[in-house]
C-alpha cells in the first residue's frame, strides 16, 4: 500500500532581523504601547526582507532550493509543483511555473499556485497528498509556501506590522511503500469573520478602477477566541479518530501567529511542554509556511525523528481551521 511521507525541507528567510525594540519605539512615536501586545503574542525577532531584489518568490525558490539539496534530488526528479502564497508576485503567469523553470523541472510536470491564506501551506500538503494517492504517475511533489508579509502590514496596525515576519518553506512529499507519512486531515469552516481581515480592503475591481485604498492589510477587530473552541474538537477527532491519545502525538505544528493560543491549546489538551514546537519568537508570524517552520526547526533540533506522530493546525482568514496528521 502506498503512502505519501515528508522527505525533505528547506527554509528561506532575509537576512535581515530586528528585534521588538524596533516595533516598541515606532509604536510608542504614535502614542501606542504595543509591550503587552508583543508578550501576548510571543514575539521577539522576526525576520524583514530590505532587500528591493527579494520577495516572496525569490524566498519560495530559494527554500525549493534548500529542499532539494536536502533530498539530493535535482528538478528532474519533480513530478508537482505547487505554490501556496497569499502575496503572490505575479498573478500572470502563476509562481510555480517561475519555480519550474528555476529547477529546470521536465515538461511534464503539473504546476499550480494555491491560496488558503494562513492555512495555505498545510492545505497544499493535504490536497496534493491525496492527489498523490490517487495518481500513481506523481511520485514525487514539491510544496511551497512563501508570503512576503511585510508587503502589505500597515505601519499604523501592531497586528500585522509588528507581527508578521517574511520567510518561505518547501516541502518534498515522496511516495513510499512504509507505513509512514501523510493520515488524515479535517476542515472546520465559518465564514463569521469574512469582512474582518481583507485585503485589498474594498476588492481588487474597487481598487484599480476607482483607486480605493489597497496598499495594506485591513484588520477590523474581532474575538479571535470564537476558533478555539472548533479548534480543540477538531484536534481532539483527528487524533480519536486514528486510534491516538493527544499524548501520543510527539509533536504539535501549530499555528505560529499567538504563543497565547498555542498555550490554550496545550492546557486544554494536557500536554507536555516538549511537544509544543514554537519558532514565532524568532521567525515571527510567516503567514501560509508557519507550521511547516515548526516542523523544520523541530527537525533541526532534534525534537521531532522518523517515526514520530507529528500534527498540524493552522487557521485561514475568515475563517478555516485545518488539522492534519502525519506520521514524519
Known amino acids: 500500500m502506498s503512502h505519501i511521507r515528508i522527505k525533505a525541507l528547506g527554509v528561506h ?109 498545510t492545505v497544499a500538503v493535504d490536497q496534493a497528498s491525496r492527489s498523490m494517492l490517487s495518481n500513481p504517475e506523481v511520485r514525487t511533489a514539491l510544496i511551497i509556501g512563501s508570503d512576503y508579509n511585510s508587503l502589505i502590514s500597515d505601519p499604523a496596525d501592531e497586528i500585522t506590522y509588528a507581527n508578521y515576519g517574511d520567510a518561505a518553506c518547501a516541502a518534498i512529499l515522496e511516495r513510499t511503500e512504509e507505513d509512514t507519512g501523510f493520515i488524515d486531515s479535517l476542515y472546520y469552516t465559518d465564514p463569521i469573520n469574512i469582512d474582518k481581515i481583507l485585503y485589498p480592503a474594498q476588492g481588487l475591481a474597487a481598487t ?71 519558532v514565532g519568537d524568532r521567525y515571527g508570524y510567516t503567514g501560509t509556511s508557519s507550521p511547516f517552520i515548526a516542523l523544520y526547526e523541530g527537525i533541526e533540533s532534534g525534537r521531532i525523528r522518523r517515526g514520530d506522530y507529528v500534527l498540524f493546525w493552522t487557521i485561514g482568514a475568515g475563517y478555516q481551521l485545518v488539522a492534519m496528521l502525519f506520521k514524519y
Open 208 to 278: 484599480l478602477q476607482r483607486n480605493a485604498p489597497g496598499k495594506f492589510i485591513q484588520w477590523l477587530p474581532f474575538d479571535a477566541n470564537m476558533a478555539l473552541p472548533p479548534t480543540f474538537e477538531l484536534l481532539e477527532r483527528i487524533i480519536k479518530k486514528n486510534g491516538l491519545t493527544p499524548q501520543d502525538v510527539r509533536a504539535y505544528c501549530l499555528s505560529q501567529f499567538s504563543l497565547a493560543n498555542v498555550l490554550k491549546i496545550q492546557d486544554h489538551m494536557e500536554l507536555e511542554d516538549d511537544q509544543m514546537i514554537y
Open 13 to 121: 528567510h532575509p537576512s535581515h532581523s530586528l528585534d521588538n525594540e524596533y516595533y516598541v519605539r515606532h509604536f510608542d512615536e504614535r502614542g501606542k504601547d504595543i509591550r503587552r501586545f508583543m508578550e501576548h503574542m510571543g514575539r521577539k525577532q522576526r525576520y524583514i526582507i530590505d532587500d528591493p531584489n527579494e520577495n516572496g518568490l525569490t524566498m519560495g525558490i530559494a527554500a525549493a532550493q534548500k529542499a532539494l539539496e536536502q533530498a539530493g534530488m535535482t528538478g528532474r526528479d519533480v513530478d508537482m509543483i505547487v505554490f501556496s502564497t497569499q502575496v503572490p508576485e505575479s498573478l500572470f503567469p502563476m509562481n510555480a511555473l517561475f519555480v519550474h523553470q528555476a529547477i529546470g523541472a521536465r515538461h511534464d510536470v503539473a504546476v499550480m499556485d494555491s491560496n488558503a491564506n494562513c492555512a495555505g501551506m
